[in-house]
T-cell receptor
C-alpha cells in the first residue's frame, strides 16, 4: 500500500524567505506526482504536476522536483509572501491511474 | 476554475438516516472521484468512476455507495449515516489520469452526523 509522508507538518517563516517542503512516498511505481494548495475551508488547487519521467517542474516562484527512485519530491517556494500561507499537499498517482494517494500536508504560515 | 459543483455545501443529519451528496461537472471529464478529509488521516479515496455506470471502490468504501447515470453527475450515498462519517467530502474530476493532466477538486461538503 502506498504511503505518502510530508515533513514538516507545519512551518512558520518570515516574509521573503526561500523554503522547501518535503514529500516522500513508499512505492516508486507512480505515474505522476502533484502538488496542491488548500486554503482554510476551501477545496484543493493544483500547483504543479510532475510526470514520472520528469525531474522537475516550475511555475512562477514554485519549483517542484522528483526523485522517483528514492521516493522523494520537494516543493521549493522562492521569496515567500503572506499570500502563500496555506496547506500544501502532495499526492502520487499509481501506475494504474486510478488512485491518487495524498500526504498529510504541510501547513505554511508566512509572517509579514 | 474547472466547472465542478458540490451540493449541499453543509449538512447536518441524524445517525441512521440516508444521505446523498452530489457532484456536478461541466467539463465532460471521464473520471470522477469522492474523497473524505479528516484530521490525522488526510484525504482518502472513497469511490471513483471511470465512465457512466462504471465505478470502483477506493480505500475507505465501507458504508458508502455511488452512482453515475450521466457523465456530469456523480452521487455519493451514505446508506445509514454514522458519527464516524462526519467529515469533509471532496469531489474531484480528471479527463483521464494517465494523460498527465491535473485533477480538479470541488469546494467540499461539510457533513456532520449527530
Amino acid at each position: 500500500k502506498q504511503e505518502v509522508t510530508q515533513i514538516p507538518a507545519a512551518l512558520s517563516v518570515p516574509e521573503g524567505e526561500n523554503l522547501v517542503l518535503n514529500c516522500s512516498f513508499t512505492d516508486s511505481a507512480i505515474y505522476n506526482l502533484q502538488w496542491f494548495r488548500q486554503d482554510p475551508g476551501k477545496g484543493l488547487t493544483s500547483l504543479l504536476l510532475i510526470q514520472s519521467s520528469q525531474r522537475e517542474q516550475t511555475s512562477g516562484r514554485l519549483n517542484a522536483s522528483l526523485d522517483k527512485s528514492s521516493g522523494r519530491s520537494t516543493l521549493y517556494i522562492a521569496a515567500s509572501q503572506p499570500g502563500d500561507s496555506a496547506t500544501y499537499l502532495c499526492a502520487v498517482l499509481n501506475n494504474a491511474g486510478n488512485m491518487l494517494t495524498f500526504g498529510g500536508g504541510t501547513r505554511l504560515m508566512v509572517k509579514p | 476554475d474547472a466547472g465542478i459543483t458540490q451540493s449541499p455545501r453543509h449538512k447536518v443529519t441524524e445517525t441512521g438516516t440516508p444521505v446523498t451528496l452530489r457532484c456536478h461537472q461541466t467539463e465532460n471529464h471521464r473520471y470522477m472521484y469522492w474523497y473524505r478529509q479528516d484530521p490525522g488521516h488526510g484525504l482518502r479515496l472513497i469511490h471513483y468512476s471511470y465512465g457512466v455506470k462504471d465505478t470502483d471502490k477506493g480505500e475507505v468504501s465501507d458504508g458508502y455507495s455511488v452512482s453515475r447515470s450521466k457523465t456530469e453527475d456523480f452521487l455519493l450515498t451514505l446508506e445509514s449515516a454514522t458519527s464516524s462519517q462526519t467529515s469533509v467530502y471532496f469531489c474531484a474530476i480528471s479527463p483521464n489520469p494517465t494523460t498527465n493532466t491535473e485533477a480538479f477538486f470541488g469546494q467540499g461538503t461539510r457533513l456532520t452526523v449527530v
